[in-house]
């Protein structure tokens, strides 16, 4: 199976920039997409974007669209999501998973089969 070691979470003012990234070892080829989720306290966990490691296609819910990036490096087996623009609204716990197949939708926890031990990001005057 794949392994997947989130980092990069911080303490940041509202407009802020913060870049996590997700590295994953193991089993890297039973991998066929990462996705970022995140989730604040008292809060589902919700999808917030995710990429394909073959072409890079890539997805984003809504609220980050125009705000936040998410990149590959298939060499280093690492995703990125960049995040700009932050607002109080993004903080969370922010989970990496991995998804084995392609599908319809993108942004359903049950679908992804493996996660990371998440980071926290907090935005905060």
């Known amino acids: 199976q794949v392994q997947l070691v989130e980092s990069g979470g911080g303490l940041v003012q509202p407009g802020g920039s913060l870049r996590l990234s997700c590295v994953a070892s193991?089993?890297?080829?039973?991998?066929?997409?990462i996705g970022w989720f995140r989730q604040a306290p008292g809060s589902e966990r919700e999808f917030v974007s995710a990429?394909?490691?073959?072409?890079?296609?890539?997805y984003y819910t809504e609220s980050v669209k125009g705000r936040f990036i998410i990149s590959r490096d298939n060499a280093k087996n690492t995703v990125y999501l960049q995040m700009l623009s932050l607002k109080p609204e993004d903080t969370g716990v922010y989970y990496c998973a991995s998804r084995r197949s392609w599908g319809y939708t993108w942004d359903e926890v049950e679908l992804y089969d493996t996660w990371g031990q998440g980071t926290q990001v907090t935005v905060s005057s």
């Open positions: 990429i394909v490691w073959y072409d890079g296609r890539t």
């Open positions: 193991g089993r890297t080829d039973s991998s066929y997409a």
